[in-house]
């Protein structure tokens, strides 16, 4: 523990004295790494690979021995026609040829099947479709796109039933989106927050931006250092947008931080900025 700190106070004390050096060399080193990670490129975690302990055991063993598909289901519903009026049977028979032509699914079940008049509602006003998506089940929520489109498409095109799209691989995709969107939204909103709470605390734009292009420049880098890391125990889709949020919260604590400890340490009157160079802060101030 020492020895960590007497290596960063002899790296802060060269950094205060050759600030140009150490900006230029840190702006390298961030470039070097999201160069170098771009090339490397990351590797996500599969879905079967999110849980933890027997339930990871299961799914990896399963994935290993079979092939599992994600279960998509169509429901059919109409108060004025039953499934044997012509209409309703031509919306059936649409979804089916809409969803057919995406070449994305399986193991069709159709209403309109002898075998599957289970699937069928006892008033015959409701009927249900069932299909498998093509692949393995983990990248299900990524190809079901064209298949809700093409159910769309179709119930756009028969008013008059009500069809409606969901299952396994619907599911996880809203459920994606709607974490994406979040997180997305939470990008754009931490720069801006992030800059006015600076400003508040600081009183002054330069003081306030020079935090937060440090903290977006340490994202950088770790963002290139991920790219490493993902081949060894992989990345989620998410995980580049936390690093983000929590990144700058950081950023933001630590400059609070050493702005504190600096006008504590201070003697009165004192000045750490001056317009010619930067006039590193007290010894007890130092970190």
């Not at 050096?21 to 999110?50: F, R």
């Not at 409701?126 to 489109?149: M, S, Y």
């Not at 927050?193 to 292009?213: E, Q």
């Amino acid at each position: 523990m020492g020895s960590a700190r007497r290596l960063t106070g002899v790296a802060g004390r060269w950094s205060a004295t050759h600030p140009w050096i150490a900006i230029a060399a840190w702006i390298v080193s961030v470039a070097a790494l999201l160069a170098v990670g771009h090339l490397v490129g990351t590797a996500q975690l599969p879905n079967s690979e999110t849980s933890s302990g027997q339930a990871l055991q299961a799914q990896q063993m399963m994935s290993r021995d079979f092939t599992l598909r994600a279960n998509e289901f169509v429901l059919f519903d109409s108060r004025s026609l039953p499934i044997g009026a012509p209409a309703y049977r031509a919306a059936i028979r649409d979804v089916l040829t809409r969803i057919e032509a995406t070449g994305r699914v399986t193991q069709i079940r159709s209403p309109l099947d002898p075998r599957f008049t289970n699937q069928i509602s006892a008033s015959r006003h409701a009927a249900l479709l069932q299909f498998q998506i093509t692949g393995n089940v983990n990248d299900a929520a990524a190809r079901v796109a064209p298949v809700l489109a093409a159910v769309g498409a179709a119930a756009a095109a028969h008013p008059q039933v009500h069809i409606a799209e969901t299952g396994d691989a619907s599911l996880a995709k809203a459920v994606d989106d709607t974490i994406f969107r979040d997180l997305h939204r939470a990008e754009m909103l931490s720069f801006p927050i992030t800059l006015v709470v600076l400003l508040i605390a600081f009183g002054a734009v330069v003081a306030a931006l020079l935090p937060l292009g440090l903290a977006t420049m340490a994202i950088l880098a770790a963002t290139g250092l991920v790219a490493f890391t993902s081949h060894v125990s992989g990345q989620t889709q998410q995980a580049s947008s936390v690093m983000l949020c929590i990144g700058l919260a950081v950023g933001v604590d630590y400059s609070m931080f050493y702005v504190s400890a600096s006008v504590r340490s201070a003697p009165p009157g004192a000045r750490f900025w001056t317009r010619s160079r930067w006039r590193p802060p007290p010894r007890a101030a130092r970190c």
